[in-house]
């Protein structure tokens, strides 16, 4: 494929990837300044035709076999959200009320008791039990049976 083929967006990605700066298609008022571009880094750069369809996103990357098997993938971060918040509060093993759920998600009573009854018992199939407290409060907590 010629470069002078490549769409614009293409351009732009295969310059954003080149040079590491965010690069859109708006970014060109011409196709031909995308390209000039392109070809600029392609010298600039020494890079081959394959290395800028590469960058454009293209043609695969292909590597050898003993690279990819040693590989090591990294683990994304767990996501924090509110039901994972939520969950977290309800196995300390004195549990949380029902205002202290809703100071931490804020979230309204009902929306806290109801996130409870449908998403962690039914949907997740967590045992949660409500219990009173020795002060006399309500509190929610995940009963392990294990």
Known sequence: ??????????????????????TTAKSFNYKSKAVDRVMELMNDHKLTHEQILQAAGLTRIETPKATVTNKVKTAKPKRITKQSI???????????????????????????RGAISNVLRKKLGLNVVNEQSFSGKQVYRIYDEA
């Open 86 to 112: 939520l969950i977290d509060m309800l196995q300390i093993g004195s549990g949380a009320s029902i205002e202290e759920l809703t100071k931490v998600t804020g979230w309204q009573p009902h929306t806290v």
């Open 1 to 22: 494929m010629e470069i002078r083929n490549l769409k614009v967006s293409q351009l732009a990605r295969a310059i954003e990837t080149i040079t590491g700066t965010p």
